[in-house]
């Protein structure tokens, strides 16, 4: 076995910072934007072609590069030490012998990086893929929550930032990793912040197992009817993915809205298990789409298939973030839906999502053409957004606190911060939150075009609304909206200033969102139901197909 010590400075290798973004298949990903100093970040990572040279290294922002030294790394069977093909896994940075002189990580803003030695060059080395930026600073902590876990019963939110302990819960690829015994030299000699991976002699030959999102997937039959012994068991197979989704949303606060926001991008056109990722507006979703696949390995033999996966896993994200005393349970009583026909599932068709600059109307029109959705049930829809964050480096919108005072929590708290209390629609404008618009210099972000977006403030933090959630109570059109988002009018009146209020939005809107934001029940069971009705876009139910526990088949429309 070879073990070689690499000095950095010698790396002939020199990439362009473009061939540096992640390929469309493997993703990393950190569990937090931003952590206090000498807090562990975990980093998660995927790819469809391990190999035992695989490594995670962690970069400063601004030196991305295989020119540089990463400041802290690990193979990606968790130490720098072991040996093994990883499919997937999640590798926490904490403090460790391995780089015990340079723990904890300076105040800064790092990149982490699936990186991938050459199987020919023991001196050359690609970047596979390339996680966001996160930043290590003394203020994380009082950001605002990130989202937090559940508590471990069932569904309230514990206001706790989870601690994450040093647990590496790697998918091997082929068989366990097997320890490495270091050599008297070899990796005790490495000086961490100065030399990369080497690379190693492979000790496994046998080829990596296929990566699951590329299997084709099991087709439910649609001839068996649900009302048999099989079918008896499918309520117990979905309590059973259930609870296997609870405990990979606690283990990873930020997925549930990112399922639930990856489930509506699913649904547009139909759900179908499948977004296409090459279109910009589905940025991130993708790392939602992985996050995902071992259970749909596991389940789809059973009979549940990718997009009944993807729904259970959003709805199951939207009940964990409830409070246990206003829990509403979105029950999830349709199977069947059809995995889109693409090769795979980030290559599948691609329905324009509305747009974070839509007009008032156009919102209407889209929801209405999208699933057949009333103003009632756009309004209860929108709900959503209590929950998760705008992040820059996706669509350009910088919210790291989201829209409401706890982006955790699922209540009626986004129509509290759009709608001010009162009995008349005079009230209910003039006495709301004082949203005002700002702008977003995205320059340094390749790909991401600069913004407007409405700020305001709750306990102190940055709050943020995008167009898309003002429209919902303020007329927005072309009269008062540029191309780029700019508003010419303001959100409330305030003395002093010469632009015109924004008219109230259309009475039939409104008048649902004052309802939502006086009745928190009536919001969870309204949401319930547009998101079941979503959920089915592209279906119906057969209703002869429906078991004593009330589950059905759905069928294509
Ligand atoms: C007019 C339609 C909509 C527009 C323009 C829109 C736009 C956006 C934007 C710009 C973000 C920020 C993404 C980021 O920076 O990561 C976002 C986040 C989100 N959206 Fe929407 N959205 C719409 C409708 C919906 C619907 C119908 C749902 C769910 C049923 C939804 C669920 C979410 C969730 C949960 C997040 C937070 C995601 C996270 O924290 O990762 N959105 N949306």
Redesign the pocket.
Known sequence: MIVVVVVVGLLAATMPESSFVAAVQDFILSDKSCYISGEAPLISFDTVRPTDEDWIGIYPSGNVSPDADPSLWLWTCGTQECWGKMTRGSISFGKSSEYVDIWPLDAGSYRAVLARNSQTDEFAYDFAATSPIFKVDSSCGTVGPE?NSANPTNMGPSTNIPTIATPTTNVPATANPTTYTPTSTAPSTRAPATVVPSTKEPINASPATSHPSLRTPTPVSTDAPVHNTQNKSMSSVIAAAKQELASLIRANP????????M???D?VGGCDGCINMSSP?N??LDS?MYSLDSLVTKYEPMGLTRPDIWVLA?TT?VELSMLDTEFCAIPFTSIGRQPCEAAHMTEGPNPE??????DTDD?LI??RATFGFTPQE?AA?????????????????D?PN??TLD?ALFNNGYYKELVGPGTTYQEQVDNAPNWHQAFVDNSDLLGIPNRYQWEGSTNGEKIVM????I?LVRQLDSGNKAENGHVGCQFVPRGGSDETTCPMARSDLFVEMVKYRNDNQRFLHD?RD??TK?TQTGYVVDTSSCDQHGICRLVKA
């Open positions: 989202p930020t997925l549930g809205p990112l399922l639930l926001r489930v509506f991008h649904c507006e940025a991130r939602a959003a994200g999502v509305c747009s974070s600059n839509i919102i889209f929801f756009a829809l929108m709900g959503a957004h209590t929950v998760g964050r705008l992040r820059r480096d996706v669509l350009g919108f919210g989201g829209r982006n995008t167009n898309s959630d429209a949401f547009a998101f979503m």
